[in-house]
C-alpha cells in the first residue's frame, strides 16, 4: 500500500496509541477522521494539521455508531483504511487502567464489528485497503478477565472470518497483529510506528519476524512539528 494519500478513520484517535496514530498518519500526507469522546481533545487535535478531521462518537452507544457511519458515508466515502482503537473508556489509576463501566468498554470494543461490516462493502472496492482491528492488543492491558474473555473470543472470531472472506478481495489488507508485543511497558508512540508498518509493510508480518524497521516509510516528522511525539 502506498503511504501517503490514503483516506483513513480511526476511532479513539484522539487517546493513547490512536493519538499517536492520527499524528503520524497525517503527517506522512494521509488524511485521518478521527473519533472521540472528547471535545477538547478532538478541538486540539483537528487544529494540529489540515490532514486531520474530527468527529465525536461514543462508540458504546450504537446509535451514535450508526450517526458515525452514516456520516462517514456521506461525507468521506473516499476512505479506503479502517483502522479501530475503541475501548478507551478506562481510568489511569497508580494500580493501572481500571474499568469504569464494563458493559460500555464491551461495547466500545465490539462497535469495530459493526463498522468494520459497514464500511467493508466499499473498501474492498478500493485499489488499496485495510482493516486493522487493535482491539486484541489492547485488552491485554485493561486486567479484567471477564471483559477479555468475553470480547476477545468475540473479536478474534470475527476477524478471522473477515480474513478468510477477504481472500477473494487481495486489495484489502487485514492484517495480523501477533507480532505487536504489548504490555503495561509499551510506549505508545513506538506501538504507532510498528502499526505504521504492519499497514505499509506487508513483508515484514507474523511472530517469527525480525524486528520492525521504519527505514522504508518516509516520516515527515519532526520535534517541531509534533513535540508530543517525542520525549
Same mark, same amino acid.
Given at each position: 500500500?502506498?503511504?501517503?494519500?490514503?483516506?483513513?478513520?480511526?476511532?479513539?484517535?484522539?487517546?493513547?496509541?490512536?493519538?499517536?496514530?492520527?499524528?503520524?498518519?497525517?503527517?506522512?500526507?494521509?488524511?485521518?477522521? @478521527? %473519533?472521540?469522546?472528547? =471535545? &477538547?481533545?478532538? *478541538?486540539?487535535?483537528?487544529?494540529?494539521? /489540515?490532514?486531520?478531521?474530527? $468527529?465525536?462518537?461514543?462508540?458504546?452507544?450504537?446509535?451514535?455508531?450508526?450517526?458515525?457511519?452514516?456520516?462517514?458515508?456521506?461525507?468521506?466515502?473516499?476512505?479506503?483504511?479502517?483502522?479501530?482503537?475503541?475501548?478507551?473508556?478506562?481510568?489511569?489509576?497508580?494500580?493501572?487502567?481500571?474499568?469504569?463501566?464494563?458493559?460500555?468498554?464491551?461495547?466500545?470494543?465490539?462497535?469495530?464489528?459493526?463498522?468494520?461490516?459497514?464500511?467493508? @462493502? %466499499?473498501?474492498?472496492? =478500493? &485499489?488499496?485497503? *485495510?482493516?486493522?482491528?487493535?482491539?486484541? /492488543?489492547?485488552?491485554?492491558? $485493561?486486567?479484567?478477565?471477564?471483559?477479555?474473555?468475553?470480547?476477545?473470543?468475540?473479536?478474534?472470531?470475527?476477524?478471522?472470518?473477515?480474513?478468510?472472506?477477504?481472500?477473494?478481495?487481495?486489495?484489502?489488507?487485514?492484517?495480523?497483529?501477533?507480532?505487536?508485543?504489548?504490555?503495561?511497558?509499551?510506549?505508545?508512540?513506538?506501538?504507532?510506528?510498528?502499526?505504521?508498518?504492519?499497514?505499509?509493510?506487508?513483508?515484514?508480518?507474523?511472530?517469527?519476524?525480525?524486528?520492525?524497521?521504519?527505514?522504508?516509510?518516509?516520516?515527515?516528522?519532526?520535534?517541531?512539528?509534533?513535540?508530543? $511525539?517525542?520525549?
Amino acid at each position: 500500500m502506498k503511504t501517503n494519500k490514503n483516506s483513513i478513520l480511526i476511532t479513539g484517535g484522539n487517546v493513547g496509541t490512536g493519538l499517536h496514530l492520527t499524528r503520524i498518519l497525517s503527517a506522512m500526507g494521509n488524511r485521518v477522521i @478521527a %473519533t472521540g469522546i472528547d =471535545k &477538547r481533545s478532538l *478541538a486540539r487535535l483537528e487544529a494540529e494539521s /489540515p490532514n486531520i478531521t474530527v $468527529l465525536f462518537c461514543d462508540l458504546s452507544d450504537s446509535r451514535e455508531v450508526e450517526a458515525l457511519l452514516d456520516k462517514v458515508e456521506r461525507c468521506f466515502p473516499e476512505v479506503n483504511v479502517f483502522i479501530h482503537n475503541g475501548g478507551q473508556l478506562y481510568l489511569e489509576t497508580e494500580n493501572g487502567r481500571v474499568i469504569a463501566d464494563p458493559g460500555r468498554i464491551e461495547a466500545a470494543f465490539l462497535s469495530g464489528i459493526t463498522i468494520s461490516e459497514t464500511l467493508v @462493502a %466499499t473498501i474492498k472496492k =478500493k &485499489r488499496q485497503s *485495510a482493516i486493522i482491528d487493535l482491539s486484541l /492488543p489492547t485488552l491485554r492491558l $485493561l486486567r479484567h478477565e471477564d471483559v477479555d474473555r468475553r470480547v476477545r473470543h468475540v473479536i478474534g472470531s470475527y476477524m478471522n472470518i473477515l480474513r478468510h472472506k477477504m481472500q477473494r478481495h487481495p486489495n484489502v489488507d487485514v492484517p495480523r497483529l501477533e507480532n505487536l508485543h504489548v504490555d503495561h511497558t509499551c510506549d505508545p508512540t513506538m506501538l504507532a510506528f510498528r502499526i505504521t508498518e504492519t499497514l505499509f509493510n506487508r513483508k515484514k508480518r507474523g511472530p517469527t519476524d525480525h524486528p520492525l524497521s521504519f527505514s522504508n516509510v518516509p516520516l515527515p516528522l519532526s520535534r517541531h512539528q509534533f513535540p508530543n $511525539l517525542f520525549f
